[in-house]
C-alpha cells in the first residue's frame, strides 16, 4: 500500500477502534544451515505439487523464508488459551518435521475480544502473514481490500496452490468473504460439513416420562409439561428440571424458531422484495410458542441474564431435558458422569416439526469457518501458499490435523492408525486434541473431519447426526449478497440475533411479557423499516434482480 494512503486507512481504522465499543458488535529469527539439513518436508510445500522428498540444504536466507507466522483467535480452546508454551512446542515441533516450515502461532481471544483485539493489530500494522479474519470486508478491518492491506492471492494460489483449489469447494471461493470485484483476497478455512447442529435430548428424562423424542411442536409441549411436573432428575424436586437449555446468546441456543419455517439471519423473496425473517409474520409465531414456554414455567425465567459460557452448568447438573449442539460433542456429552444420575444418557435429534411440517436448524452457508488472508507488505507469499498447499495435499498432514503426533497421540500398525479420542493424553483437563485438530489446523475445523469422527466411540451414531443434521438446513435467498450499505454501522439492524439489536431486544420483551405480543412485534417491524430496514430490503432487492440477471 502506498505510504499516504496506508496512514489515511489507519487513520481511519482506528477511528473505527474508538468507536468499537461499536465493534462489539510474529516474530524472525535465523535457523542454522546444520539444523535446516535435518528438516525433511514435503514437495507439496515447496513446490504445490504435493509429492514427497528430503531437503538437502538451505541457506539461512530461504530458512528465513520458511518462517510463517499466524494470528488467530484461540476458539475458547483451553489447551490453546492456557497451556504453557513448552507443552505446545512439541505440536510445533512436529509440524515443522512434517512440513518444512517453522510456523509461529499466535493467539488472541475469541469473539468481541477477538475482534477488539485484530481491530487495534490492524490499526497498528503489527500483523502476521497468515491473519484469521470472518471475512476480507470485516468491520474489524473495513475498507481495507480496498486500500491494498490484502495480497491479491488469485495467480500465486494458480501457480502454488493448485491443491487448494482442488480440495476447497466453489461454493467457498465464490463467497464475498473471499472474493471482491473478481479477485482472490482470502483463502477460506472450511467448517468441516454443510451442517453440524442437532439437539441433544436426555434419554433418560424421556425414558421416565415413558414418551418418545417429540417429532412434533405438539409432542414437545406435551415433552416439558413432563418434565416439568416430574422428578426427572432424582432430586426430590419435580419443578427444577426445564425442557430447554436457553442462555444470552439466542442465536446458539434457538432450535425452534426454523420449527416455524423462518430463521435469525436469513433472507427469503416476498413479493418480489427480498426480506429479513425477523419481520415474517412467521417470527411472531415462533416468538408466541417461546413465550408459552416461558408463561408455563417449561424454560428458566432468568434464561437472558446467563452467559453461553454457564449454559453447561444447567446441562451437566442435569436440569434441562434438551438443548441444541454440535454433533461432535456427543462423545464427551454421553460419557459425562451426571451427578447423582446413573442412568444418565443422550440422543441425537432433528427439531420437532411446526404446523407446516417444518423444522429447520442452520441457514445454507458457503461452508466457511474463517477466512485466512496475508498483509500485502509481507515478503515470500508464495511461501505462504506452499504451506497452506502442504497442509491440503500431504497425507502426513492429514494425520497430524486429525491424529497428532505418532507415538504421543496415536499410533500406527501395518497402516492401521490406533487413536484413542478419550485417552488422558488427548483430552486431559484441557483437551488436548482440539489443538491439533482445531488451533492448530490451517485447513478446516477438523472437529467434523470424517477421519477423526470415524475414531471416535459410538461413530456409527455420530455419522448419522451429521447426516440428521444436514436435513435441516432452510434455504437462503441471500446467499453471496454482500454488506448491505443501508446496515453499514447500524448493528441495532442487524438481521440476527445480535446482543443490541432490536430484534434481539424485541425478542426477550415479547417472550417474558414486557409488551403485547401482537402490538410489540408489529412496533417493530415498523421500527426496523423506519430506521433504515426499508432502504436494506430495497438494497437487497436490487442485488437479488441483478444477480439474476
Known sequence: ???????????????????????????????????????????????????????????????????????????????????????????????????????????????????????????????????????????????????????????????????????????????????????????????????????????????????????????????????????????GDPHNTWALSLTDAMSWRDVLTGSFGIRPGAWHLHNGQLEPDIIQPEMKEAIAYYKMLYDKGYIEKNFITKKQGDSGKDIFSGTVAAWGAATYQYPAVSAFEYPNQPNAAITMAVPPKGPRGENYLQIVTDQIYFVWTIPADRKNPEEIIKFLDWAWSSPEADKFFAYGINGHNYTEENGQIKFDPLSERNTGPLNEKEFFQLSMNVRENGLNNPAVLKAMPSSDVILKGYKDSESTILNNDAMYMPKLKALDGRPELSPDFASGSLFYDEFVKLVVGKEDLDKGFDAFVKEWKQRGGDAAIKEATDWYNSKKK
Open 1 to 235: 500500500m502506498r505510504g499516504f494512503a496506508r496512514k489515511r486507512w489507519l487513520v481511519s481504522v482506528a477511528v473505527l477502534l474508538l468507536l468499537s465499543l461499536v465493534l462489539a458488535a510474529c516474530s524472525s529469527g535465523k535457523q542454522d544451515e546444520a539444523d535446516a539439513k535435518s528438516v525433511k518436508k514435503e514437495t507439496g510445500a515447496n513446490s504445490g505439487k504435493g509429492d514427497t522428498t528430503a531437503e538437502k540444504g538451505t541457506s539461512g536466507e530461504e530458512a528465513a523464508k520458511r518462517e510463517i507466522s499466524i494470528l488467530l483467535s484461540h476458539n475458547n480452546s483451553g489447551f490453546a488459551s492456557k497451556a504453557p508454551d513448552e507443552q505446545k512446542q512439541k505440536y510445533y515441533d512436529e509440524l515443522k518435521k512434517l512440513s518444512g516450515y517453522n510456523v509461529k502461532y499466535e493467539y488472541l481471544g475469541m469473539d468481541i475480544d477477538f475482534r477488539q483485539q485484530m481491530a487495534l493489530r490492524f490499526a497498528s500494522g503489527e500483523l502476521a502473514d497468515l491473519v484469521r479474519t470472518d471475512g476480507i470486508d470485516s468491520q474489524v478491518h473495513q475498507g481495507a481490500v480496498d486500500q491494498g492491506v490484502f495480497h491479491e492471492l488469485g495467480p500465486l494460489i494458480d501457480q502454488y496452490g493448485q491443491n487448494l483449489k482442488k480440495k476447497i469447494p466453489d461454493v467457498a471461493w465464490n463467497s464475498p468473504r473471499v472474493t471482491k470485484n473478481g479477485k482472490i483476497y482470502g483463502i477460506p478455512t472450511l467448517s468441516g460439513a454443510p451442517a453440524d447442529r442437532i439437539m441433544f435430548y436426555r434419554q433418560d428424562f424421556l425414558d421416565k416420562v415413558n414418551m418418545e423424542v417429540p417429532k412434533t411442536l405438539d409432542e414437545f409441549t406435551k415433552f416439558a409439561e413432563a418434565v416439568h411436573n416430574t422428578d426427572v432428575n432424582g432430586d
